[in-house]
T-cell receptor, first 116, second 114 residues
Framework: AQTVTQSQPEMSVQEAETVTLSCTYD???????LFWYKQPPSRQMILVIR??????QNATENRFSVNFQKAAKSFSLKISDSQLGDTAMYFC?????????????FGSGTRLLVRP | EAQVTQNPRYLITVTGKKLTVTCSQN?????MSWYRQDPGLGLRQIYY???????DKGDVPEGYKVSRKEKRNFPLILESPSPNQTSLYFC?????????????FGAGSRLTVL
C-alpha cells in the first residue's frame, strides 16, 4: 500500500525568507502523480503544485517549486520569498496513475507559520 | 463560477440522529468523492463515484452511505452518527480520464456528533 510521510508537524519562517517542507512516499508504482495542497485557516483545500512522476523536470508555480527525487521517493516543497498569506497547513499527496478510484493519499500535514 | 458546494458547513448533532451532507458541482464532472480530515491523519477517502449510479468504497466507508442519482449531486449520508464520525468532511470532483488527477474541493463541512 502507498504511504505518504511528512515528518515536520510544524515549521516557522520569517517573511521574505525561503522554507522547504519535506515529504517522502512509498510505492512500487513507476508512474503516479504527486501534489502539494495548501489549507489556510478558511479550511479550503487549494492545489499548490502537481508533479507527474515520469517527468524529470521539477514543477514550478511562481514562488513554489518542488525537488522531486524519484529514486529516493522524496518530494519536497520550496517556498521562496515567504508571505504572510502562506501561513497554512500544507499536505503532500499521492495518486496512482492507473487507479480508477482517483484516490488521493495524503500525508499528515505540516503547519507553516510565516512570521512578520 | 465553477465550484463544489457543500451544505451544511457546520453541524452539531447527537448520536443516532440521521443526517445528510449535500454536495453539488456545476462543472459537469463525472467523478466525485468524499474525504474526511482528522488531526494527524490527513484526509482519507470515504466513498467515490465514477458517474451516475456508479459508487464504490474508499478507505474508511464504515458508517456512511452515498448515492449518485444525478451527475451534479453526491450526498453523504450518516444513518446513525456516532462520536467517532466527528470530523471535517470534504467533497471533491473532477473530470474522468486525463483530467481526473485535478480535483476541485468543496469548502468543507465541520460535523460534531455528541
Amino acid at each position: 500500500a502507498q504511504t505518504v510521510t511528512q515528518s515536520q508537524p510544524e515549521m516557522s519562517v520569517q517573511e521574505a525568507e525561503t522554507v522547504t517542507l519535506s515529504c517522502t512516499y512509498d510505492t512500487s508504482e513507476s508512474n503516479y502523480y504527486l501534489f502539494w495542497y495548501k489549507q489556510p485557516p478558511s479550511r479550503q483545500m487549494i492545489l499548490v503544485i502537481r508533479q507527474e512522476a515520469y517527468k524529470q523536470q521539477n514543477a514550478t508555480e511562481n514562488r513554489f517549486s518542488v525537488n522531486f527525487q524519484k529514486a529516493a521517493k522524496s518530494f519536497s516543497l520550496k517556498i521562496s520569498d515567504s508571505q504572510l498569506g502562506d501561513t497554512a497547513m500544507y499536505f503532500c499527496a499521492f495518486m496512482r496513475t492507473m487507479d480508477s478510484s482517483y484516490k488521493l493519499i495524503f500525508g499528515s500535514g505540516t503547519r507553516l507559520l510565516v512570521r512578520p | 463560477e465553477a465550484q463544489v458546494t457543500q451544505n451544511p458547513r457546520y453541524l452539531i448533532t447527537v448520536t443516532g440522529k440521521k443526517l445528510t451532507v449535500t454536495c453539488s458541482q456545476n462543472m459537469n464532472h463525472e467523478y466525485m468523492s468524499w474525504y474526511r480530515q482528522d488531526p494527524g491523519l490527513g484526509l482519507r477517502q470515504i466513498y467515490y463515484s465514477m458517474n451516475v449510479e456508479v459508487t464504490d468504497k474508499g478507505d474508511v466507508p464504515e458508517g456512511y452511505k452515498v448515492s449518485r442519482k444525478e451527475k451534479r449531486n453526491f450526498p453523504l449520508i450518516l444513518e446513525s452518527p456516532s462520536p467517532n464520525q466527528t470530523s471535517l468532511y470534504f467533497c471533491a470532483s473532477s473530470l474522468e480520464g486525463a483530467g481526473a488527477n485535478v480535483l476541485t474541493f468543496g469548502a468543507g463541512s465541520r460535523l460534531t456528533v455528541l
